[in-house]
């Protein structure tokens, strides 16, 4: 029997109520499907940690986590502790430290699950925004000068390699190959930005050759809001920089009824290293410890994660029992319902555990 390693950071805020929530759905797959059992090590890094000692996550922290197959990701983030040092602390130095240079962001319509866009159902929305993860406008290069003076000045520059660009490009093209309606939306801002972003529009007509039965096509930044509302249909695989993804994925996540149910996989398509699995959303203060977290995010990600650990069967059927919940109307606050996390997360592995799933 196949055994996987996972290391679990549940960190802060929601985070260790979602990640408990992943943790008995994961557990109650394992038991069910039999072929398959995961050996998960917690660790305590984040926020408090930093209180504590300075630092989010031990100096050997990434050296720790090598020796797993996959990394469970809650919420890094508190009230006060700057989000700039939270963030640079302890996810992105997972992120780039593994080179997970593909972060991959699924958004569907669930059953049960309303979107605010109206007339628009399961099956009008059914996209996967591929976001680069490893360089572009969170390179981490700038700088300030004349701190606090009149004459201040901040850079923050963003970096576009050839090889970054077009290994990201190919995974966007690769996956929209493998989905049914082969078709890629390349979106940039290359009419303001001259340099970088030109440099994606001629990289993927590059890459694009060698998808001959992928459709293409470029969007602005700005015109691609509009049309994610105004004609979700039109859209399905979809490929941006670092920022770009970062705030259409958020922008998917709402339009797919809460940030609550938005799942990201951040791959190492090479696999040298732990891939990452996490929910989008942050920490949410304003819900922490009242026991309404949502935990389908969370759910869909496990269900990335199983997939990429070879578990397809075990993935399929975790989604199908967070459909079948939802569909149910067990469904938290953020998404109309009054269930709790633990309510939720009930009424999943008793739908893993059942015969029809
Ligand atoms: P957030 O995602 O934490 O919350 C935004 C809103 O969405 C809040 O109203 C929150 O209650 C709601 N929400 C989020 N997840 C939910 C869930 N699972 N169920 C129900 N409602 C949910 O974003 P924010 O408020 O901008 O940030 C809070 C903190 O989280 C900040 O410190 C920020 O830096 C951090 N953050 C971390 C990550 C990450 O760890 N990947 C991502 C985003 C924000
Ligand atoms: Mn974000």
């Known amino acids: 029997m196949q055994t ?3 290391a679990a950071i549940p960190a802060d805020g929601i985070g260790p109520e979602v990640i408990a929530a992943g943790l008995q759905a994961l557990d109650a797959l394992a038991r069910r499907d039999g072929g398959f059992t995961l050996d998960v090590t917690e660790f305590d890094w984040g926020s408090d940690r930093y209180k504590r000692t300075g630092a989010l996550m031990p100096e050997d922290g990434a050296e720790t986590l090598k020796a797993f197959d996959a990394i469970f990701f809650g919420a890094v ?3 006060d502790v700057p989000d700039h040092v939270t963030l640079w602390g302890l996810r992105l130095p997972i992120c780039q430290g593994f080179d997970q240079y593909a972060n991959v962001r699924p958004t569907r319509i669930l059953p049960g699950i309303a979107s605010p866009l109206a007339g628009v159902g399961p099956g ?3 996209w996967v925004i591929v976001r680069e993860n490893s360089e572009g406008e969170y390179s981490g290069i700038g700088g300030r000068a004349h701190r606090g003076l009149p004459e201040e000045v901040g850079t923050e520059v963003s970096i576009f390699t050839r090889t970054g660009v077009t290994r990201i490009m190919r995974y966007a093209f690769r996956l929209a190959q493998s989905r049914p309606r082969k078709l890629l939306t390349v979106v940039t801002k290359s009419n303001a930005q001259r ?4 440099m994606w529009d001629e990289i993927a007509a590059e890459v694009s050759q060698e998808f001959p039965d992928v459709t293409w096509d470029k969007m602005l930044v700005d015109a691609m809001t509009v049309r994610m509302v105004k004609n979700p249909r039109s859209l399905d695989t979809i490929v941006a920089t670092n920022l770009h993804a970062d705030i259409l994925s958020d922008l998917a996540g709402a339009l797919a009824g809460s940030l609550g149910v938005a799942p990201t996989a951040n791959i190492d398509p090479e ?6 699995f996490e929910p989008i959303h942050g920490s949410a203060f304003d819900i922490t410890g009242k026991g309404i977290a949502n935990p389908v995010a969370t759910f869909w990600t496990a269900a990335q994660m199983l997939e990429h650990l070879g578990e397809a069967a075990a993935a399929i059927r975790l989604m199908r029992a967070v459909e079948k919940v939802c569909a149910d109307g067990v469904l938290t606050p953020d998404v109309g319902g009054n269930a709790t996390t633990q309510q939720v997360t009930d009424a999943v592995c008793d739908a893993i555990r059942g015969d029809n799933i």
Request: no cysteine; hydrophobic share 35%.
């Open 4 to 6: 996987y390693r996972i």
């Open 77 to 79: 983030g508190a009230p």
């Open 124 to 126: 009008d929305l059914d």
């Open 195 to 198: 340099f970088g972003m030109v």
């Open 271 to 276: 696999r040298r290293y732990p891939s990452m």
